[in-house]
């Protein structure tokens, strides 16, 4: 019997929309490698916050660029088949979820060298197809010819909850709901108006908005998506 040819998957979309989950539990129904660039750019973050090259809002991009090929990214399989980030080989996937990073990330991902080292790993990680990945520009800049495209949205107020809920569940210090909404709405502001490569819905893709989805209908309607291209790519 002939082997399925592979597609690409690029899942793309705004914080908290919960496209990471829906795109790692879419890469184990299909028996296909995930990759959550949106993890790259927090580790490249918390290498600069703890070396002091970001202070509050502000990020020494010089320090930050130079110190690129000290900074090696790569993911592990955790319980349950998550994937574990790792930072020079050190399991970094909490801390990289907390405020913190959270608060600096969108800044430090819109420095067009950093972009443009991720893209090249992000390209060599989908080079041979069978593979969703998910981020901010995978659809538009990675990989603009992938098969299937998702732009995944929802409400800032859905969005929100969400986020305030997943940092208590983890317990997170001192969360402040405010402050959840705050920085969602100051990272969309970044990510859609950066000059490189910004946040937005590629002509081709499908939007998906869950805001009013449960997990499951969200997983049948981007397994069924994925279903009909890949028998069209046959």
Do not use: W
Not at 186 to 191: L, N, Q, S, T
């Amino acid at each position: 019997m002939k082997e399925k040819n592979k597609i690409t998957v690029a899942v793309d979309g705004y914080s908290s929309t919960g496209k990471s989950t829906m795109a790692r539990t879419l890469a184990r129904r299909a028996g296909y490698a995930y990759v959550d660039t949106g993890a790259m750019y927090r580790a490249v973050t918390l290498y600069g916050l703890r070396h002091g090259m970001i202070e509050g809002d502000k990020v020494d991009e010089q320090a930050l660029v130079a110190a690129l090929d000290q900074i090696h990214i790569t993911f592990k399989a955790g319980e349950g088949g998550a994937n574990v980030t790792c930072l020079n080989g050190e399991e970094v996937e909490g801390e990289i979820r907390g405020m913190a990073v959270s608060n600096a990330v969108s800044p430090v991902a819109a420095i067009s060298a950093v972009r443009a080292a991720m893209v090249k790993q992000q390209q060599a990680m989908g080079r041979d197809k069978g593979v969703v990945m998910d981020g901010r520009d995978i659809g538009t800049v990675v990989f603009p010819d992938a098969e299937l495209k998702v732009f995944v949205t929802a409400s800032v107020d859905v969005r929100t909850m969400r986020r305030y809920k997943e940092l208590v569940a983890k317990g997170t210090a001192d969360v402040n709901l405010d402050e959840v909404r705050h920085n969602l709405e100051e990272r969309d502001r970044i990510d859609t108006t950066r000059a490189d490569s910004p946040l937005r819905r590629a002509d081709d893709a499908v939007e998906l908005d869950n805001s009013y989805l449960t997990v499951a209908e969200q997983d049948d309607i981007l397994y069924a998506l994925f279903c009909q291209r890949e028998r069209e790519a046959q």
